[in-house]
């Protein structure tokens, strides 16, 4: 099947596919990506779906046209309405500082009743592909994902609810520290952990502690924090604050985690008509309806002294039309015929300039392969006189 763009190119118009391969996709948690599949032995799905939505004809909070880009506020709200973080007794893991997706979830989340709530889990994957991927969010932009990041992991604490769980790989960390209060060991970017995550935890009043995981300990727990304990606070998140790159210029592409699903920024230039965007939706199957400016056929006819052409022209819906001078940016034989409108015809002599002679009071243009004579006005014919043979010698 081909692809939707390459069908667009096919169009009588000028097409640019802003697409980077053949579909740009995003990863919900960034230290899943690309996301694991099941593991053995594990039955699909792994990661759980919103058991509640927005009412009857309701929008998501963040679907709101007013929200150019996520807030904590809308994904809290929208946590909330999903109905799985903070509900039905289901605690909140998070993980960081050397601890996987894979190990988090299978030797961890999974072993508590009920199941336990990661980021893959918090809004499922549906909101993701119909409303984190929404084109005025630009979530194609790296430095953008970083800020949605930020406010999805402050949303997720936010919303947690009880005792709250922190997988690490191991207890005592390669930075310093430990458990919950251990230090990354890269700080040339910000541990979403520390500096948005647990912070919001230890200002929440729902939660009642926050324990640590220690995967190369045989999961042994151990409480690191509870409220009025006189434990450390971190500075508070800023997740919130933080700046929003502005989008690029262009169209925005919309991102989708599945290839068949994704939108396409098509950006056309009709020849002599207008330029802009359009986008495109739906599988490679679908259609796109652009009506393209008309075109005009036009050719050149070089010189051709051989011929009896003695003067370029250009030949335009059976018409004759002088050459155009031609730009900088013109290519191709023909571009000094590329009329976008055309005026009327002009009367083009392509015997112009011919060589002319005169012959016994007749005007004659001569062609390769004929002649073209006139009578020369006033003129009166001379007779040619024939001279006798001379007779040869004997």
Known sequence: MTPLP???????????????????????????????????????PIWQTCPSGPANGAQWACEASNIDFPTVACLVADMQTCGLIGTGGRSTVFYSFGATTV??????????????????????ADYWDNVIS???????????????????????????????FFVVQKYNGDGGGQGAYQLPTDTTTPNVWRAYEFPTLQRNPAVTKV?????????????????NNND??????????????????????KV???AAACVTCITFATPGGPTG??????????????TPAPTISCTLQNEDPDQGINTEYCVCSGSTFPVLSVGTTATGPDASCAYTTLNAASTIHPTANLPVVTRNCQVCTVAVDSEQCTPLAGCTPTAVSTPKPTPPRK
């Open 256 to 258: 989708k985690r599945a």
């Open 6 to 44: 390459c069908l667009l190119y096919l169009l009588a118009i000028h097409v640019t596919c802003t697409l980077a391969g053949s579909c740009l996709s995003i990863c919900r948690d960034p230290d899943d990506c690309p996301p694991e599949a099941a593991q053995p032995g594990e039955t699909p």
């Open 232 to 253: 450390p606070q971190l500075p508070a998140s800023g997740a919130s604050d933080l700046a929003v790159p502005p989008p690029p210029p262009g169209c925005p592409q």
């Open 211 to 227: 324990t640590s995981v220690d995967l190369s300990n045989n999961q042994n727990q151990h409480v690191d924090w509870q409220p």
């Open 134 to 164: 929404l084109p005025k969010f630009h979530m194609d932009q790296s430095a953008r994902m970083k800020i949605l990041v930020a406010r999805y992991a402050e949303a997720m604490a936010t919303v947690s609810t009880g005792e709250v």
């Open 277 to 290: 965007t359009v986008s495109v939706s739906g599988t490679a199957s679908a259609t796109a309806s652009i």
């Open 103 to 124: 190990e988090a979830r299978t030797k961890f989340r999974d072993t508590l009743s009920p199941k336990g709530v990661m980021f893959n889990d918090a809004l499922d």
